[in-house]
């Protein structure tokens, strides 16, 4: 698919900042087992307590991802995208860049998980002002007939930050050691964050402004009780890939660490896998979406998804299948996430009108995300700690499944062929 100049800067520029912020998110919840002994090992608690405490800390920040949704999408839904994912940008690189610089808890006491826990706040805070404003500039952009392609790259860079955090996370042992990596080398990864945001500035501040919000009126605005209405839809439709994303990509090494003692450099391998799945799906979905429509391809995902999450872990739990066949179960996993994050951009978008689409679909991601991505790691830990059963992380997805399949079900076979963009951007 040939693409111009212009429109190479508009994809990339527009998703480099979903690719710091998932690489952060992702090298958090690799190293959750690091965290935990540096920062959440509190006297007299057992390792899945530091655990399950390191991952309160991971999902307090999908809370705050709403408020940021609110605050900078209403910004950019009057002052224009550009400004504010360039603010969004410097301010959610300074918090990961921080993270890097706590001292732990045997050095500061109990300030040491408080400063983590406040920094996770403000990352989720500038993170919910991030996707709104990157899906609205690069689907408003689309050419006719392109948005699922265009916002699909957007969840690509999920992919490729996903990747990049596990590639860092395991490579740096290799490297440095594991006993240097306990002790400072967890730094390295959130340190890295201020290069990667400084060469996504520079390609930001280069954008042109969305002519699709140029050219829009007021008159386009939708009510607020509409508004609401389509968030509360958009949640639904997400919720299942919010909770199979982070339950295959992320938590998936520290699931297989902790309930089936995988070892730690296996369990990062299979991660990777997960997500090679997740990435080789998602511009093909995007794809397809545009000639048969979001509801089809996302209906046939979580339908799969649905049916498959019991076989598929209870594949990785029995002990007589090698690293091949689990590798091949966490792929086929990974990749019917991506079948819905290539539509799943396009059919957000195409939800809410130009005047409020930067806030009601930030909206509505940062809070399916803050439910069901935010909490999946505390939600199967706690259980399985509570319950002794390892088939949680099953059960939680067909939950999901099941609700957006519902959900789904009410999206407009044509909506894929909605207006697009008013004019393309110049060269």
Request: overall charge positive; hydrophobic content about 55%; aromatic content about 10%.
């Amino acid at each position: 698919m040939s693409l111009s100049a212009a429109h190479k800067r508009v994809l990339i520029a527009g998703s480099v900042g979903n690719f710091i912020e998932w690489y952060e998110f992702a090298v958090y919840g690799f190293m959750a087992t690091l965290m935990a002994k540096n920062f959440f090992q509190l006297e007299g608690e057992s390792a899945l307590t530091s655990l399950i405490l390191t991952y309160a800390a991971f999902a307090v920040a999908f809370f705050f991802r709403p408020l940021g949704a609110v605050v900078f999408g209403r910004l950019g839904d009057r002052y224009g995208r550009k400004p504010v994912l360039i603010a969004v940008l410097i301010l959610m690189t300074l918090a990961t860049a921080a993270i890097g610089l706590v001292p732990v808890y045997a050095s500061i006491g109990v300030a040491a998980p408080l400063l983590i826990t406040a920094l996770r706040i403000l990352q989720g805070l500038f993170a919910g002002g991030e996707y709104g404003g990157a899906v609205s500039l690069m689907t408003e952009f689309a050419p006719p007939g392109k948005r699922g392609f265009y916002g699909a790259w957007q969840s690509l860079t999920v992919a490729f930050g996903l990747l990049a955090g596990v590639a860092v996370v395991a490579v740096l042992p290799l490297l440095i050691g594991d006993a240097a990596m306990i002790d400072w080398g967890w730094r390295i990864p959130f340190l890295l964050a201020l290069p990667l945001g400084a060469i996504a500035l520079w390609l930001r501040s280069g954008l042109e402004e969305s002519p699709q919000f140029e050219q829009a009126t007021n008159a386009e605005s939708a009510s607020v009780s509409a508004t609401v209405r389509a968030i509360v839809l958009g949640i639904g439709r997400l919720m299942v890939w919010s909770a199979a994303g982070y339950t295959y990509l992320v938590i998936m090494p520290t699931y297989l660490q902790a309930a089936l003692h995988t070892g730690f450099n296996q369990a990062l391998l299979i991660a990777v896998i997960s997500n090679l799945g997740f990435a080789a799906t998602i511009l093909p979905a995007g794809i397809l979406s545009d000639r048969v429509g979001r509801r089809t391809v996302m209906l046939l995902a979580t339908f799969l998804l649905l049916v498959l999450a019991f076989p598929l872990l209870k594949v990785l739990q029995d002990p007589l299948n090698g690293l091949l066949i689990k590798a091949a179960v966490v792929f086929v996993a990974g990749a019917l996430v991506g079948m819905l994050a290539g539509p799943g951009p396009a059919m957000l978008a195409e939800m809410f009108p130009t005047r409020v689409r930067y806030t009601g679909l930030g909206l509505a991601y940062s809070l399916s995300n803050a439910l069901f991505s935010g909490c999946a790691g505390l939600i199967i830990t706690g259980l399985m700690k509570q319950t002794g059963n390892a088939d949680i992380p099953a059960w939680y997805v067909m939950g999901t499944a099941l609700v957006s399949f519902v959900a789904l079900w009410t999206l407009n076979k044509d909506d894929h062929k909605k207006k697009a963009a008013i004019r393309p951007p110049h060269p």
